[in-house]
């Protein structure tokens, strides 16, 4: 089975200061890879997904992840946060292809907190 | 465009009630699922389904039942609530075919069993 690692569970940046979230997974095959983020209340919403193509994938707001395929990671990245990037932050695979369907496998999270 | 609606927001339950939660999507997704939100443990996967009349079970399924009759709807059964299945709950469709689609999720409803 899957299983995907975030190994920051609670991260305290001040604004302006970069930020950069680790995820690993396991799955050793073609995959798909996820950052959703959640802001306190509110439901996930996709800040940016790698299928195929360019490693580097540019999301919303100025968030980008790059997928090393030889370290099993994707990790996220953002060189200045915002006080308004408060929240939480996942990572998520699920398997190439429509063979895997579109099952989901997430990490624990990981906490944000955007100091003034 | 509504997306995935989901009702109730909050609902609290006694130990041994049933309840159903409901999820609506208008996007005519084939594929929905239902996740579970616990502190520290990400979302897991209870139950999903590819289309009308195919369901199938995730990663967590005790306790939960599901349905899927129209490709529209794709409501969560707690058939005899228990502490346990205190938790935010989570709705999710997407498209099925075609690799990376967009997994859109509905806003959350928090349960409470007391």
């Known amino acids: 089975a899957q299983s995907v690692s975030q190994h920051n569970h609670h991260v305290i940046l001040s604004e302006a200061a970069s930020l950069e979230l680790g995820c690993n997974y396991s799955?050793?095959?073609?995959?798909?890879l996820f950052w959703y983020v959640q802001y306190p209340g509110q439901h996930l919403q996709l800040l940016l997904k790698?299928?195929?193509?360019?490693?580097l994938v540019k999301g919303i707001k100025g968030f980008e992840a790059e997928f090393i395929k030889s370290k099993f990671s994707f990790n996220l990245r953002k060189p200045s946060v915002q006080w308004s990037d408060t929240a939480e932050y996942f990572c998520a695979v699920n398997e190439g292809l429509t063979g895997g369907g579109n099952k989901l496998t997430f990490g624990t999270g990981t906490q944000l907190k955007v100091e003034l | 465009n509504a997306g995935v609606t989901q009702t109730p927001k909050f609902q609290v339950l006694k130990t041994g009630q049933s309840m159903t939660l409901q999820c609506a999507q208008d996007m005519n997704h084939e594929y929905m699922s239902w996740y579970r939100q616990d502190p520290g443990m990400g979302l897991r996967l209870i139950h999903y389904?590819?289309?009308?009349?195919?369901?199938d079970q995730g990663e967590v399924p005790n306790g939960y039942n599901v349905s899927r009759s129209t490709t529209e709807d794709f409501p969560l059964r707690l058939l005899s609530a228990a502490p346990s299945q205190t938790s935010v709950y989570f709705c999710a469709s997407s498209r099925i075919q075609g690799a990376g689609n967009t997994i859109y999720f509905g806003e959350g409803s928090w349960l409470t069993v007391v």
């Open positions: 790698y299928f195929s193509g360019d490693p």
């Open positions: 389904s590819v289309g009308a009349g195919i369901t």
């Open positions: 799955y050793g095959g073609t995959v798909n």
